[in-house]
């Protein structure tokens, strides 16, 4: 099974079989109704209608059996070591959110459809999901012309994406200049400020008990194929990293922050 499609109340059940208390990213309270009368409704509509789409199927002895393959992404959704959230950012202030829930080698997907669904899928391993996530924010690392990296100060960086909004490129871009990002490379990198194809970020989550105890973030901006990442060096530090996406950098920037977030849980 490579997916599902899954009505808010067929995800209730399932989220009740498996004990969650809760679904990281989404705030649906169809989900996780309160009341025993919704709860008894709710249920008894999701049992109905998983029945109906055939991920219960009648067992021995008149008994009921889940589909397994189902069951396991729905448990992985609900007790994950990591949660990534990858959101694009769309005219008129509108936000496309893909979830990908991590527990072991295991990589799950959900995403909520704009008719009330929730699409459930498996990913198939670390460098799939940063694949994933390029397709969401919609970059091509592999067309990437060159590569280019350095460090910049927040504010310094704060300054420059302020002159970008106030019109005035050209002062952007002797700012850059000074920390040797010029030519085509500062002109991509001013033109993506100035009016980005695409505009998001992702965000990794490292739970504890359930909860979100530590994260780190990324920016992502491009214009005309060229893709742009900004992230602070350290949680410590005000320093911003700034590089151009190419075809590892996301899978190493994923594994990057997994690796810290699990570093700073196991030293506090």
């Given at each position: 099974m490579d997916g599902a499609k899954l009505e808010a109340a067929e995800l209730a059940y399932l989220l009740a079989t498996v004990r969650a208390r809760g679904l990281v990213g989404v705030e649906d309270p169809r989900l996780f109704p309160q009341s025993q009368a919704d709860k008894d409704a709710t249920f008894a509509a999701g049992l109905k209608r998983l029945k109906e789409h055939s991920w219960l199927k009648p067992g021995p002895n008149g008994s009921l059996r889940m589909d397994d393959a189902l069951l396991y992404l729905v448990a992985v959704a609900a007790e994950p070591e990591f949660v990534i959230f990858t959101i694009r950012e769309r005219k008129g202030n509108e936000r496309q959110l893909v979830l990908h829930y991590l527990a072991g080698p295991a990589v799950v997907e959900l995403a909520a459809a704009p008719d009330g669904t929730f699409n459930l899928g498996v990913i198939a391993d670390r460098p799939a999901l940063a694949k994933r996530i390029a397709e969401m924010l919609a970059i091509d690392p592999a067309s990437q012309p060159t590569s280019v990296e350095f460090t910049i100060g927040g504010p310094?960086?704060?300054?420059?994406?302020?002159?970008?909004?106030?019109?005035?490129?050209?002062?952007?871009?002797?700012?850059?200049?000074?920390?040797?990002?010029?030519?085509?490379?500062?002109?991509?990198?001013?033109?993506?400020?100035?009016?980005?194809?695409?505009?998001?970020?992702?965000?990794?989550?490292?739970?504890?008990?359930?909860?979100?105890?530590?994260?780190?973030?990324?920016?992502?901006?491009?214009?005309?194929?060229?893709?742009?990442?900004?992230?602070?060096?350290?949680?410590?530090s005000t320093a911003v990293r700034v590089q151009t996406i190419g075809p590892e950098t996301l899978t190493s920037m994923v594994e990057d922050f997994i690796r810290y977030l699990t570093q700073a849980a196991k030293a506090a």
């Open positions: 310094i960086i704060g300054a420059v994406k302020g002159l970008v909004a106030e019109g005035k490129g050209e002062q952007a871009a002797a700012t850059l200049k000074s920390f040797g990002v010029n030519g085509s490379n500062g002109d991509a990198m001013i033109k993506a400020l100035q009016a980005p194809d695409t505009n998001g970020q992702f965000v990794v989550t490292h739970l504890i008990n359930g909860q979100v105890e530590d994260g780190r973030r990324a920016s992502i901006f491009g214009k005309e194929g060229r893709a742009w990442m900004m992230n602070r060096v350290d949680a410590e």
